[in-house]
């Protein structure tokens, strides 16, 4: 089995021929009128709900509800995190929970 020599010229000749194929003219999309879209404002991932103590060394720490809404806190002193996912723990959270100074 072998190969005619005009098959090997065009291999060596651009080897990565499937890197350089220039853009088609269907994807160009010339809209001057269009604006771009305002960027959103930054929000936090996560929303702070208040203050507890740390369950292992007793700093203050925020309470954060994950994004399927059960609190939990995270130490940035011990780096404990604690999730508190059955009812009667985020009633007790809740218990000891204080409000966040709107400021």
């Excluded at 604690?82 to 100074?101: G, M, Q």
């Amino acid at each position: 089995m072998t190969k005619t020599p005009n098959h090997d010229k065009k291999m060596q000749a651009n080897p990565f021929r499937f890197l350089f194929t220039p853009p088609s003219e269907d994807s160009k999309e010339e809209n001057p009128a269009a604006e771009k879209p305002k960027p959103p404002d930054p929000q936090p991932s996560l929303k702070t709900i208040g203050l507890t103590e740390c369950s292992v060394c007793g700093t203050e720490v925020s309470v954060v509800l994950t994004r399927s809404g059960h609190p939990f806190t995270a130490c940035g002193k011990c780096g404990a995190r604690t999730f508190y996912n059955s009812r009667i723990a985020i009633e007790i959270l809740k218990r000891k929970t204080r409000e966040l100074d709107d400021e």
